[in-house]
Nanobody
């Protein structure tokens, strides 16, 4: 079992930045591919980014490429999402997730554990 707790969400103006953190506990953090998803009101959960177990590979959805950066610190059992040049359409609840596999999947069904989410609101 892995417990995930997100933090760092908030209200920011368009063009601003936020850094989300997700702290993991329970099992060896480096055994998991980590991902970030988001869900806006009335919409399905959407893949944002994923990072491999030892941070060799990353994968982003097209809408955030060049603006968001996923990273991890296995010594601190934490994954991050640096979000720059934020847009109103980035407004959503952001979730981190962990999977026991190796694929940097964008399908939420590939992920085994989820955090409770943190709200990000971008005003225009």
């Amino acid at each position: 079992q892995v417990q995930l707790v997100e933090s760092g969400g908030g209200l920011v103006q368009a063009g601003g930045s936020l850094r989300l953190s997700c702290a993991a506990s329970g099992r060896t953090f480096s055994n998991y591919v980590m991902g970030w998803f988001r869900q806006a009101p009335g919409k399905e959960r959407e893949f944002v980014a994923a990072i491999s177990r030892i941070a060799i590979s990353t994968y982003y959805t097209n809408s955030v490429k060049g603006r968001f950066t996923i990273s991890r610190d296995n010594a601190k059992n934490t994954v991050y999402l640096q979000m720059n040049s934020l847009k109103p359409e980035d407004t959503a609840v952001y979730y981190c997730a962990a999977q026991r596999g190796y694929d940097l999947g964008r399908d939420h069904r590939q992920y085994d554990y989820w955090g409770q989410g943190t709200q990000v609101t971008v005003s225009s």
